[in-house]
């Protein structure tokens, strides 16, 4: 448990880990938590499906995205996204 399991916390572009940048996409993120720092957990749900075929090989991944928001050093879970 917990193997496949990423936080990302840094990106090139850091404005985007920050619910400043999404202030415009999503305005209640930004006004319930405006400018604080964000992180992502992106956890695999199940094993790979992979399938080889005469054309090629093809596989495809299920996850789990939450998006956290960062507040006074606490971790707040605000949405998750199915892949």
Do not use: H
């Amino acid at each position: 448990a917990g193997v496949m399991n990423w936080i990302v916390d840094k990106l090139p572009d850091q404005s985007l880990l920050n619910t400043a940048g999404w202030r415009f996409i999503v305005p209640q993120l930004y006004k319930k938590y405006p400018n604080d720092e964000m992180e992502l957990t992106i956890s695999v749900t199940s094993p790979p499906l992979i399938r080889i075929t005469a054309g090629g090989i093809s596989s495809t991944i299920s996850a789990d995205m939450t998006i956290d928001v960062i507040e006074s050093n606490q971790i707040i879970p605000v949405a998750c996204v199915y892949m």
